[in-house]
């Protein structure tokens, strides 16, 4: 597992490395992505995450999100977690990306230059229960009935790309 996350400007330019803990506790603004995986039938895959997780365990959230390593593109560190956590491969495309800072009771705080990520993928993952606690197959339309009644069942962050990009994704899909 890495340890060290891309420290960026609000560009995006790399200006350094740290310890993801040491980043997470500082807010630091760095280097991450989310990946969103869509069926034929227009619906996302959505995972919980471990309960073990350093941070918002047992949330629902995008199909898989982590860091990229240094020298690793947003596409190949996203193709590396994705399989990691839900066992599969699918060709993902840079989607758009968005900067955001978010504080967690347990004192870290996330403060990301976070690419979004897209592809298509028929069937069911395989997931690896050290990472996700459970996936399901969503529409966007319940998706969104659900994060209206019960938002803090979800991440943060999965909360900001859904409200800023649901309509654009909903594009990308009928494509």
Request: net charge positive.
């Amino acid at each position: 597992m890495q340890n060290k996350v891309i420290l960026v400007n609000s560009k995006d330019q790399k200006i350094g490395l740290m310890h993801k803990l040491e980043a997470h506790v500082r807010g630091v603004l760095h280097r991450a992505f989310s990946v969103l995986i869509f069926n034929k039938k227009g619906e996302l895959l959505i995972q919980q995450r471990a309960l073990n997780k350093y941070h918002t365990p047992g949330l629902w959230s995008n199909t898989c999100c982590s860091h990229q390593m240094d020298g690793e593109t947003n596409i190949e560190a996203g193709k590396r977690r994705l399989y990691e956590e839900m066992g599969f491969e699918v060709e993902l495309f840079n989607f758009d990306s968005f900067i955001y800072n978010a504080f967690f009771e347990n004192g870290l705080i996330e403060h990301e230059f976070d690419h979004v990520l897209v592809g298509r993928f028929q069937g069911n993952p395989s997931i690896n229960k050290n990472e996700v606690n459970d996936y399901k197959w969503i529409t966007l339309d319940k998706l969104q009935k659900e994060i209206n009644t019960v938002p803090e069942n979800y991440t943060i962050w999965f909360r900001i790309i859904f409200k800023k990009y649901k309509l654009s994704l909903k594009k990308w899909m009928s494509q």
